[in-house]
T-cell receptor, first 114, second 108 residues
Framework: GAVVSQHPSWVICKSGTSVKIECRSL??????MFWYRQFPKQSLMLMAT?????????EQGVEKDKFLINHASLTLSTLTVTSAHPEDSSFYIC??????????FGSGTRLTVV | DAKTTQPNSMESNEEEPVHLPCNHS???????IHWYRQLPSQGPEYVIH?????VNNRMASLAIAEDRKSSTLILHRATLRDAAVYYC?????????WGAGTKLIIKP
């Protein structure tokens, strides 16, 4: 079945630094990728949607200059959290959709900013 | 208001059937209904999806009301490994409208 690999699974960084999270579709081409963040005991909250080769579409309230999304190929999307602060600490999850039906999710990245 | 509503939690005994309800009263005719489940600190896992007809797969069954304003995820024989948060999601042309999730507790 379709597999999405997300790395790292957890990361601790200092306040003010940047962190990059990778999301790869391993056995299919992802025409669209989605980035979510999730706070404890809450549902997933969509941050942005990206199509290969074009700029990401950000949800209202999500700062595009803070959360940089690159979807340069059909199998790779990255999310960079720039100048991270403690309030950016969260669980970040990517999801990929290929031409076939369905959404496949990565295993998530636990970001802790200290 | 395009909400998808689910109960916060449900309990069931091991090896008994579980019916997880979801309301999506403003669903349009072309919106798919998805169910995913999530374990702590993991990404969501696909369970089942459907449009109008009831659906069965090796994990579960999905019963969709005739007016499509509600659906029920059915686990025929719950095991301890089925304990998770189950999300009902309305797919409106790739705009996913998530329910808040139902935490399923399985009692041995």
């Amino acid at each position: 079945g379709a597999v999405v690999s997300q790395h790292p699974s957890w990361v601790i960084c200092k306040s003010g630094t940047s962190v990059k999270i990778e999301c790869r579709s391993l056995d299919f081409q992802a025409t669209t990728m989605f980035w979510y963040r999730q706070f404890p005991k809450q549902s997933l909250m969509l941050m942005a949607t990206s199509n290969e080769g074009s700029k990401a579409t950000y949800e209202q309230g999500v700062e595009k200059d803070k959360f940089l999304i690159n979807h340069a190929s059909l199998t790779l999307s990255t999310l960079t959290v720039t100048s991270a602060h403690p309030e950016d600490s969260s669980f970040y999850i990517c999801s990929a959709k290929g031409r076939a039906y369905g959404y496949t999710f990565g295993s998530g990245t636990r970001l802790t900013v200290v | 208001d395009a909400k998808t509503t689910q109960p916060n939690s449900m309990e069931s005994n091991e090896e008994e059937p579980v019916h997880l309800p979801c309301n999506h009263s403003t669903i349009s005719g072309t919106d798919y209904i998805h169910w995913y489940r999530q374990l702590p600190s993991q990404g969501p896992e696909y369970v089942i999806h459907g449009l109008t007809s009831n659906v069965n797969n090796r994990m579960a069954s999905l019963a969709i009301a005739e007016d499509r304003k509600s659906s029920t995820l059915i686990l025929h024989r719950a095991t301890l490994r089925d304990a998770a948060v189950y999300y009902c999601i309305r797919d409106s042309n790739y705009q996913l409208i998530w329910g808040a999730g139902t935490k399923l507790i399985i009692k041995p």
